[in-house]
Structures are given as structure tokens and as C-alpha cells.
């Protein structure tokens, strides 16, 4: 069995893009399933699509404030994550809403690190992969019209990450990482 559901977050945006009738809703919940999408199978570019000019990503927690100010900087997030292999990832949503200004949501995010990449916690082996996991509120505006894109993440961690395993080589992280995954 693989360690991460690489669909799991993109379910939750599926199945309550389903149950919405709203038209505008419908269309942002169809936007952040790209965006987890192209996100978890490492394409930067494919994600930027799914992000208005003038984008900015702002982050809290961790250890640290971050600000990606523009699509160069937020390109380059996305691109280190793919670098890192931090692209697979598991999201656990456990509230979810979606309105006409866009997302709001609570939940859990699981991702493999290198152990020399791993955020505020000191591992023993820095040249081990680890699973962390680590709570997390978000906030996404979208642009007006009638195709939203992704104005800015506004993203909360917890200060540090609930959980940090070692993962053993033997384990697998995913069953396969693909655009098949996502349908």
C-alpha cells in the first residue's frame, strides 16, 4: 500500500464541486482541481494557468513567513517543490467551503521531504526521506468573471508539523503519478 492518496484533496474539491449548483462556485472548485492536479504531477507551468497576473502566495507557520510576490517567485516555489520531489502530496480535507470570493479550508498536508529539506524539526539522517504532516488553514481568492483564476494563497500552518516519520526505503510514496490518477 502506498504511504500517500496523491487524489485524496482533489476528491474533496470534486465531490463538492458535484453537490453545487452555483455556477461560479462550480467553475472555482473546477480551477483548484487543476491546480492540485498539476501541482501533485510536478508542472509548474500547467499551474501558473490556473493563477491571475498579479498573483501572490503569502504563508505563515513553519518557522517562517513567506512571500512569493509574483509568477517568477511562485513559478520557482513550484518548481523547487518538483526539484525536491515535495511535489506528491497528500491532502486531508477536513472543512471545505467555497463561495463567490473563492476558497476557504482546514485540513492536514502530508509530504515527503528530503531529510535535509525537512521544515523546523532536525532529523537524524539528512539523507533519509521523511513523511511530515502538518495542520493547515487556507484561503484562496479568485478573480471576478466568468472563468476564476486564483488570485493569491493565503495559507496558515500550525508552527510546527504534527508528525515527522522516517520513511524506509522499502516504502512506496505513490501507486502511480499520472493524469489517469486524477479522473
Do not use: C
Request: hydrophobic fraction near 40%.
Amino acid at each position: 500500500m502506498a504511504v500517500l492518496d496523491l487524489k485524496k484533496g482533489w476528491d474533496s474539491y470534486d465531490e463538492l464541486a458535484r453537490k453545487t449548483d452555483n455556477p461560479r462556485h462550480k467553475a472555482i472548485l473546477e480551477v483548484m482541481k487543476d491546480h492540485i492536479k498539476w501541482e501533485v504531477l510536478g508542472y509548474p507551468d500547467k499551474v501558473l494557468e490556473t493563477v491571475a497576473e498579479g498573483g501572490v502566495y503569502k504563508f505563515w507557520g513553519l518557522g517562517a513567513y513567506v512571500e512569493l510576490p509574483d509568477f517568477d517567485a511562485i513559478r520557482g516555489f513550484y518548481q523547487g517543490m518538483v526539484d525536491d520531489g515535495t511535489n506528491v502530496l497528500q491532502l486531508d480535507i477536513d472543512h471545505l467551503a467555497v463561495a463567490d470570493w473563492g476558497i476557504a479550508a482546514h485540513g492536514t498536508w502530508h509530504q515527503a521531504f528530503p531529510g535535509d529539506k525537512v521544515p523546523v524539526v532536525e532529523v537524524d539522517d539528512p539523507s533519509a526521506k521523511y513523511l511530515v504532516s502538518s495542520r493547515l488553514a487556507w484561503f484562496f481568492p479568485f478573480s471576478e468573471g466568468p472563468e476564476p483564476k486564483l488570485v493569491s494563497e493565503l495559507v496558515y500552518f500550525d508552527p510546527a508539523p504534527t508528525a515527522v516519520r522516517k520513511l524506509d526505503p522499502s516504502e512506496k510514496l505513490y501507486d502511480e503519478l499520472s493524469e489517469a490518477v486524477f479522473s
